[in-house]
């Protein structure tokens, strides 16, 4: 078996203006792009209906979730998911969307914070906070031979916390038009000490919300086209995979992994003999029609 490692990109800490991704800034921002608008345009302000600031949060939130390429042209994910006519679900009102967000935001590794604190920081320590943040950036970067800014590193990983978590007063409210868009899938723990920085935690676990159709996804974008199994332990624990990305423990990635073996249109056959568990394949599965299958119920 061979798992795409995609090459570590150069690190980027900004670009959205401290803004985190709102509810509706997707969808916004896609529907303006297919009625053949720019955001550099003078009137984006205007038809966006929001200060230029946030044109410039939305259009790096729309690139950062993997549904924008170069030239700032919608995706064939984003037109799956977003499209009014036959959109998947165009309004983000399905936890799957959010799962399925979270997964390629860490995926294509253009907010660095995200694939470094999921892959790498929750690792080291258990309960972090933003100064440990800077720390192992900071050490990841000079890794790869950059350097970075601590005000504006510090500065996204408050973006981040805002993407997953809500304030008190947000919690009180409900007050969905400013929550981060992931605010729902409750990935990430806050908890203050005594005279001590805010702490944060990620915490493996079931997972009974995120369904098999998007964790299958993820797996299949992260195998190569020749490879047609892949190892238990592979997908628990490397970087990248479905048990990392999505904070899955052991107990919940295997009963997901028997029921999507159970179901005969994924073709797939989930063994565990002699202390080797692998998911096998015996037909290829295209990733976005096992995501149509899903939202097609």
């Known amino acids: ?13 900004s670009g959205h203006d401290s803004f985190q991704c709102r509810g509706l800034w997707l969808k916004k921002g896609f ?25 410039n949060a939305i259009r790096y939130w729309l690139r950062a979730f993997g549904l924008t390429k170069d030239g700032d042209r919608p995706t064939d994910l984003a037109r799956k998911l977003l499209n009014d006519t036959n959109g998947w679900d165009p309004y983000l009102e399905d936890k799957a969307s959010l799962w399925l967000l979270h997964f390629e935001l860490v995926r294509y590794q253009r907010a660095s914070t995200y694939h470094l604190i999921f892959n790498g920081l929750r690792r080291d320590k258990i309960e972090f906070t933003k100064t440990h943040f800077f720390t192992y950036a900071t050490r990841q970067a000079a ?26 007063a947000q919690q009180k409210d409900r007050d969905e038009s400013s929550s981060g868009l992931l605010t729902d899938l409750a990935l990430v723990q806050s908890f203050r000490r005594p005279k001590q920085e805010e702490y944060y935690s990620i915490i493996n676990d079931d997972r009974p919300d995120l369904p098999d ?53 994924n073709h797939a056959v989930f063994s565990d003999q002699a202390g080797i568990r692998e998911l096998s394949f015996t037909k290829r599965l295209d990733p976005p029609t096992v995501l149509a299958t899903y939202y097609a119920r």
Do not use: C, W
């Open 213 to 265: 159709e998007v964790l299958l996804y993820g797996m299949l974008r992260q195998m190569d086209s020749f490879s047609m199994s892949v190892n238990f332990n592979t997908l628990l624990s490397d970087d990248f995979q479905v048990g990392t990305v999505f904070a899955l423990n052991s107990s919940g990635l295997y009963a997901k992994l028997e029921r999507i073996a159970a179901n005969r249109d």
């Open 1 to 13: 078996m061979v798992f795409l490692a995609p090459p570590p990109p150069k690190l980027s800490f």
């Open 143 to 168: 890794s790869q031979g950059e350097s970075t800014n601590e005000n504006t590193v510090k500065a996204d990983f408050e973006v981040f916390t805002k993407m997953y978590t809500r304030t008190e």
């Open 31 to 55: 529907d303006f792009l297919e009625a053949g608008n720019s955001f550099t345009s003078e009137e984006a302000v205007m038809k966006l209906g929001v200060g230029k600031n946030m044109v």
